[in-house]
């Protein structure tokens, strides 16, 4: 079947602008992470939900960042007003029931950069 | 909060060496514990799990991690590594507020 999906695979963007970023996780995954992987710094948790809310924003950079999910499914990502600080791969994944050792599915990424 | 630290950024071994990545946790109870693999363009792939029971898991590619829980560690080894097995290595626990954390990675490197 169908995997995580993301839009747009890479992105370039200048200082400034807002970019959003998207997610399809595999359906019926009640769960969705976004993820940061920057150079040498491994996966940088951001936002997770569960279901269409977000329990647990605490990694979020900066109010900048902010992110959706709707009707269970698609979620977006956004950033505000990007700097240079925001290049990197924004990483995707779903779930089918977090909280029991189930593993994450992830998507290929978003490739972000800021010019 | 539960955190995970991979001590080594790179590990270099020869094709048909054994190897062994080190993983440690901290989480106030027995977390799940995971390790996936970044081949170079590709995504995360799932190597094992452990959530209970045995604490020597088997997972995919002859890889196998052993959960020490006085050690707070859950390290990854693999008898004799090939050279397809190059790639970036993540360990990552879950704790019970499903938030997954992740390491920040071990490289590993093969020679000829």
């Known amino acids: 079947g169908a995997g995580v999906s993301q839009s747009p695979s890479n992105k370039v963007t200048e200082k400034g602008k807002d970019v959003e970023l998207r997610c399809d996780p595999i359906?019926?995954?009640?769960?969705l992470y976004w993820y940061r992987q920057s150079l040498g710094q491994g996966l940088e948790f951001l936002i997770y939900?569960?279901?269409?809310?977000?329990?647990?924003k605490s990694g979020l950079p900066s109010d900048r960042f902010s992110a959706e999910r709707t009707g269970g499914s698609v979620s977006t990502l956004t950033i505000q007003r990007t700097q240079q600080e925001d290049s990197a791969v924004y990483l995707c994944?779903?779930?089918?029931?977090?909280?029991?050792?189930?593993?994450?599915?992830f998507g290929p990424g978003t490739r972000l950069t800021v010019t | 909060a539960q955190s995970v630290t991979q001590p080594d950024i790179h590990i270099t071994v020869s094709e048909g060496a054994s190897l062994e990545l080190r993983c440690n946790y901290s989480?106030?109870?027995?977390?799940?514990l995971f390790w996936y693999v970044q081949s170079p363009g590709q995504g995360l792939q799932l190597l094992l799990k452990?959530?209970?029971?045995?604490?020597l898991v088997q997972g995919i590619k002859g890889f196998e991690a052993e959960f020490k829980r006085s050690q707070s560690s859950f390290n990854l080894r693999k008898p004799s590594v090939h050279w397809s097995d190059a790639a970036e290595y993540f360990c990552?626990?879950?704790?019970?507020?499903?938030?997954?954390?992740f390491g920040k990675g071990t490289r590993l490197h093969i020679l000829p």
């Open positions: 994944a779903s779930s089918p029931r977090p909280g029991t050792g189930v593993e994450q599915y």
């Open positions: 359906s019926g995954h009640t769960a």
């Open positions: 939900f569960q279901g269409n809310s977000a329990p647990d």
């Open positions: 989480y106030g109870a027995t977390p799940y």
């Open positions: 452990y959530f209970s029971g045995d604490t």
């Open positions: 990552a626990v879950e704790g019970r507020d499903d938030k997954i954390i």
